[in-house]
């Protein structure tokens, strides 16, 4: 009984800890990086920003091709499909002019993280953008901690159960 309860611990505490600092967001050249580091296939979910100008985002999935996203109103979620483990999601964002650089980027915590492009940008929370802006958060594709938290709260009531058939 002892290594049940010690083994639903561990199971909980691993799967937490694998879920924690599960993603990077970087840059290359004139896109933004997303990658999934967390050892589960992840989503990807995008709030985009125009700006002023022409012109629409495109992204890659692990360094595939690239597609265009149809443009949107300012601030619309977009959902980009399952990241796998150890795979990347790319933005970039296309002009009418050509590729728009990356000019600035934040990495802080908390998500969801953002990627600006063609300008100098900083957010400032509760302020819409003015300018080519993704906002990007990732989440696992199947909630680990929920799963886990399940399967411990099972495990718990078994052991209730037959703590409670012997008395």
């Not at 002023?52 to 495109?58: P, Q, T």
């Not at 050509?98 to 915590?109: A, H, Q, V």
Request: net charge neutral; hydrophobic share 45%.
């Amino acid at each position: 009984m002892k290594r049940l309860v010690v083994l639903s611990i561990m199971v909980m505490v691993l799967g937490c800890a694998s879920w924690a600092g599960a993603y990077t967001y970087n840059f290359s050249g004139n896109y933004g990086v997303f990658e999934n580091d967390s050892g589960a296939d992840a989503v990807v979910n995008l709030e985009l920003w125009y700006g002023n100008g022409s012109g629409n985002f495109a992204y890659s999935l692990a360094g595939g091709s690239w597609v265009d996203i149809a443009r949107g109103l300012d601030g619309e979620s977009w959902t980009s499909g399952v990241v796998a483990f150890n795979k990347t999601f790319q933005l970039k964002f296309v002009g009418g002019t050509g590729d728009k650089d990356l000019k600035t980027y934040d990495i802080s915590d908390p998500a969801p993280y953002w990627f600006a492009f063609n300008q100098a940008y900083t957010h400032v929370p509760g302020v819409n953008p003015t300018t080519c802006v993704a906002f990007v958060e990732g989440s696992p594709a199947v909630p680990i901690p929920g799963a886990v938290w399940l399967l411990g709260s099972g495990l718990g009531s078994l052991l209730i159960a037959r703590r409670k058939r012997k008395a």
